[in-house]
């Protein structure tokens, strides 16, 4: 008989929460610690989201998303988990970047972005100090009209090399392009200058175990392979969910599914205003990835020189299109030393390369053309990897790849988005529970919220929501 992994569920939670991404996951953690009866259901077999990892024979482990995020998540670790995950979180002080215009290494902060702005591009102080402030005091109420690209022009203008060191990065951290709003630049790029690039020591696997037993601590409910396949609403809002099969009722429902999947597919377009329809379907997905995961085989050694962060191309310049383009010129190269995994040595460095995708550009392959483009992204791959380590095939114990298509297929985000929505999909999250009472959506959504910070911290933002909502609602 199949296994029932809902067995011993109450018939009735406070709150439930649909996906363990980081939002839902901290969502789940700062209402179960705050004494609400949750539920956190998670499709897959494994916790995390996109925060997560896979093994391979020879005890090879890959990290998907733990590539850098900013020093924010000190602090927010700290807060809404526990000390002992913030005290794993430490700098990558080796960022490399390596293309046709410049070639360089940099602890990525304002400091040393200030030193080779002017040394080594020659910018005038008083425009990068400007840069620097302007992008700082952006935020979400400020004017949205600016691009992210006219923002540069204003203080760098004709500089494609400038633009090219300031936008790649975070293009790969947000997926954001030089056409959208330039607060979603601003934002994101103060958060990684104030302090640099920061990674989880111990990698994905020890992260959301540790996470998985805070929420165990404070009483949440976690479920793993549970799909829950609709949100039912009353007259009075949130009713329950259907969740393989079986209906649970609860106060309120937090979706760290897909905004678009969560108002589409999971609630239903009749539940909500025409007028929020018509916005909802605006919300544009953001882009996909391929990742390529390389394991050395034991007792090779990459020098450290190499970086922990590398951003290659061999574009001439830089361009969005290009960014997205299935013919691969740009790649972002991870590297895991023992020192970023500290039980590497024992089985091998472990090297991921990831690029962004558009999912149509594989959507539509048939098997064998699929399999054919997936070999020839590994291909390529370790054609790239060959200048910074030489002999690369030599060196390797196992590789393979990832597509839009996998990234679809292991979170249900549709089209494989990366980063969830553009930044149209925050208000439309944020509308959730005026049109729903009980409903809301944390998750990459917006750009700003995006990236392991960005949806920690709204997962944050919504937690606070659904308390005060429970509350409330409780007291009447
Ligand atoms: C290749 C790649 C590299 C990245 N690198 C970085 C990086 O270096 N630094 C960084 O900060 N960010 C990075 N990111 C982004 C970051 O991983 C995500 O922004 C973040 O983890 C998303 O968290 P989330 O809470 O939005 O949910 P997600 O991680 O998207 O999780 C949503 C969860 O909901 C579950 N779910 C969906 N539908 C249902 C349903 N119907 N029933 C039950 N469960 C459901 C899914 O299975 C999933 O577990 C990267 C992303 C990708 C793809």
Redesign the pocket.
């Known amino acids: 008989m199949a296994k029932d992994f809902l067995q011993g569920c109450q018939d009735y939670y406070d709150v439930i929460v649909?996906?363990?991404?980081?939002?839902?996951?901290?969502t789940a953690n700062i209402l179960g610690r705050a004494g609400h009866r949750v539920l956190l259901?998670?499709?897959?077999y494994?916790?995390?989201?996109?925060?997560?990892w896979f093994r391979r024979p020879k005890s090879h482990i890959f990290d998907?998303?733990?590539?850098?995020?900013p020093a924010g998540m000190l602090k927010s670790c700290r807060r809404y988990w526990n000390q002992e995950i913030a005290d794993n979180i430490v700098q990558l002080k080796n960022i490399r970047f390596d293309n046709p215009m410049f070639s360089l290494t940099t602890t990525f902060n304002r400091e040393d972005f200030t030193r080779l702005l002017t040394s080594d591009f020659g910018v005038p102080a008083e425009s990068v100090r400007d840069f620097f402030d302007a992008a700082r005091n952006m935020n979400f109420y400020d004017d949205q009209s600016m691009t992210t690209g006219q923002l540069f022009e204003k203080y760098f203008p004709g500089r494609e090399d400038v633009v090219r060191l300031l936008m790649e990065p975070i293009t790969?951290?947000?997926g954001s392009t030089l056409e959208d709003p330039a607060i979603t630049y601003g934002i994101v790029f103060s958060n990684f200058m104030a302090k640099g690039v920061y990674i989880y020591e111990g990698g994905t696997d020890d992260l959301i175990g540790k996470m998985h037993a805070e929420l165990k601590k404070n009483g949440v409910d976690c479920r793993i392979n549970?799909?829950?396949?609709k949100i039912e609403v009353g007259r009075q809002g949130i009713e329950s969910v259907v969740?393989n099969g079986r209906t649970i009722r609860c106060g309120s429902v937090i979706?760290?599914?897909?905004l678009n999947?969560t108002v589409f597919?999971?609630v239903g377009e009749e539940k909500f205003d025409p007028q929020f329809v018509d916005q909802a379907r605006q919300v544009r997905l953001n882009n996909?990835?391929t990742?390529v995961y390389m394991a050395m085989k034991e007792g090779v050694e990459i020098d450290e020189s190499t970086g922990d962060l590398l951003f290659s191309s061999t574009a001439p310049l830089f361009r969005t299109e290009a960014l997205l383009s299935p013919n691969i010129t740009s790649r972002t190269f991870?590297f895991y030393y023992p020192r970023t995994r500290p039980d590497a040595r024992k089985r091998g460095h472990a090297i991921v390369s990831?690029t962004n995708a558009n999912f149509s550009d594989w959507e539509h392959l048939d098997a064998s053309e699929y399999e054919a483009q997936k070999q020839d992204l590994i291909e390529t791959t370790l054609n790239a990897l060959e200048k910074y380590v030489p002999n690369v095939r030599d060196k390797i114990d196992h590789v393979e790849a990832?597509t839009p298509r996998t990234?679809q297929h292991?979170?249900?985000?549709l089209s494989?988005a990366?980063?969830?929505t553009k930044f149209e999909g925050l208000a439309v999250s944020r509308a959730l529970p005026e049109q729903v009472p009980g409903l809301y959506h944390?998750?990459?959504?917006g750009i700003i919220?995006?990236?392991?910070?960005?949806?920690?911290n709204?997962?944050v933002i919504v937690a606070n929501d659904v308390d005060q909502f429970l509350m409330k609602s409780q007291a009447m």
């Open positions: 649909i996906g363990s991404g980081l939002a839902g996951m901290t259901l998670e499709q897959h494994k916790f995390g989201g996109l925060a997560t998907i998303s733990l590539h850098g995020f790969y951290a947000n549970c799909d829950v396949s969740v979706s760290n599914s897909n999947a597919q999971l996909s990835s990742q991870s990831s990832a990234f292991y979170t249900k985000h494989g990366s980063f969830g944390a998750g990459s959504v919220m995006s990236g392991w910070l960005g949806a920690i709204y997962g």
